[in-house]
């Protein structure tokens, strides 16, 4: 008798029935190959290979820096690790705000050099026809609106977005231009929750929220916040899972006092 061991990938389709079925969307960031095959290994839906590498893997201030090489480097590295699950890899600052011949060569890029499955670019009426001639080339687009990093030196800070009608109706309209130019999910990044909720019902594709509230159609993190690599950072948005950063610190603090004190290696330990 064989067995089917085939693996049940999970496309734009699949998301698109989640959210028409009910069920929600799990996706994190993930940069590299261990994280990813931890990260996929454990049944996640979507891993976004985030420009947020810029902070967590880089050490910069914002995801300003990072450029198309380095993320087309991390995204190589995460498709090696995963089996199953759908990876999107955002489009850094620069490499698509020019005009929609610069941004349709960034996204075939990173296609053809990394194996990605979909590209993701932050904007809204402004980054339309980019998106609409990636789209038109059979790339797959997710958009992200609310708080955008890579407009950071615009915003001023790091607080809720759309809290006044004039930007919150300014966002609903990016979401149906965002759905009408062919993304076939949106990010929705710290806006409030009844805003989220009710761009959530108005579309069609499915919303992934961070710092949106629970009504979105999935949830996204990012995983050096989610399990406790990156302590600073606290927002009131952000469950901590795990407090990787101590466990580490305990497990350095004990091999640096076990070569001190020549108790490693042990006889068992050499050859
Ligand atoms: O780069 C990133 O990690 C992101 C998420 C915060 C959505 O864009």
Known sequence: MSVNKEI????????????????????????????ARIVDGAGIDVILVGDSASNVMAGHETTLPITLDQMIYHAQSVIRGINRC??????????????????????????KETGGHSVKMEGGREVADAIK??????IPVM???????????????????????AEAQKLREDAKILEEAGCFAIVLEKIPAKLAEEVSASLRIPTIG???????????????????????????????????????????AGYIKDVKSGDFPSAAEQY
Do not use: W
């Open 133 to 138: 001639r990636i789209v038109s080339a059979g």
């Open 8 to 35: 049940k990938k999970v496309t734009t389709h699949t998301l698109q029935m989640m959210k028409e079925s009910g069920e929600k969307i799990s996706m994190l960031t993930a940069y590299d190959f261990s994280f």
């Open 210 to 252: 961070i710092g949106a509230g629970g009504q979105c159609d999935g949830q996204v993190l990012v995983m050096h916040d989610m399990l406790g690599i990156n302590t600073e950072f606290k927002p009131r948005f952000l469950r901590q899972y795990l407090n990787i950063h101590e466990l580490a610190t305990q497990a350095v």
């Open 143 to 165: 958009g992200h609106l609310g708080l955008t990093p890579q407009s950071i030196y615009k915003f001023g800070t790091y607080t809720v977005r759309a809290r006044e009608e």
């Open 86 to 111: 759908l990876v999107v890899v955002d489009m850094p600052f620069g490499s698509y705000q020019s005009n929609s011949d610069i941004a349709l060569a960034s996204a075939i890029r990173i296609m």
